[in-house]
């Protein structure tokens, strides 16, 4: 049986990765993939009880450094209960954020040593790399317009201030051109029409998708 690829969404908050993450699934599925669709922190029972914890409360309820324990416990239970074995089968696995966020959100804007968050994935990812990542890129200010609209109980990142989140872009930016091979920016401004465009133009010739 051959790999099923891995595909992750990054990007900054309100910048659709959500409605896009469902469209890239459903074209997927017209060309005849088997894909699992999920997301993290969380994905996995188990993840899904770290999720609860680090994402409600106050902007300083943990450090950078323990986030990144947090999300890298969720992320190998993540892996080892549902994307390895999705992949093993052959399945196509879209993921709504994965490691690149840690690398962003603790590491570029938290001020999380990115020397520990090396480390960790080399040991807890080991050869689940994503095949394609699709970095969203929009103004901060339009996200957080798009994410305060929305506004849920899972706000601690969204309320960490405006600064935070222009380190934020800045570090997904520079992930992208460190990895041009694995990475590609889309353009988030625009229709969803517009931008669901951009995505299927990209997953098909990066990935050889036909449809
Ligand atoms: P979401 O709003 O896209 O569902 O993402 C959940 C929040 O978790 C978002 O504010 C980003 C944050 N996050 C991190 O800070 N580090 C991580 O490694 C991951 C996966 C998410």
Redesign the pocket.
């Known amino acids: 049986m051959t790999q099923g690829k891995f595909i992750t969404f990054e ?1 900054g ?1 309100g910048a659709g ?2 409605t896009q993450l469902k469209r890239l699934v459903a074209r997927l599925e017209a060309a005849g993939h088997k894909v699992v669709a999920t ?4 994905g996995s029972a188990g993840a899904e009880i770290i ?1 609860a914890i ?2 409600k409360g106050q902007a300083d309820r943990w450090s950078p450094v323990t ?2 324990l947090l ?2 416990a ?2 190998r239970d993540h892996i080892e209960r549902l994307v390895r074995p999705a992949l093993a089968e052959g399945a196509w696995v879209v993921c ?11 590491g570029a804007a ?1 001020g999380a040593d990115p020397g520990l968050i090396a480390e960790l994935e080399v040991h807890i990812l080991e050869e689940t790399i994503p095949d394609l990542t699709l970095i969203f890129d929009l103004p901060v200010a339009e996200g957080l317009e798009r ?1 305060f609209a929305r506004a849920g109980a ?5 309320s960490k201030g405006q600064a935070f989140h222009e380190r934020l872009r800045e570090g997904f930016l520079s992930i992208a051109g460190a990895e041009p091979g694995r990475c590609a920016v889309i353009d988030a401004v625009g229709s969803f029409k517009e931008v669901e465009d951009r995505v299927w133009a990209v997953v098909q010739d990066r990935l050889a998708v036909r449809g």
């Open positions: 990007g908050e990765k959500s997301r993290e922190p969380g999720r680090v994402l986030e990144t999300m890298y969720a992320r709504d954020r994965f490691a690149d966020s840690t690398r962003a959100y603790q938290g994410a899972e706000m601690r990142f969204e």
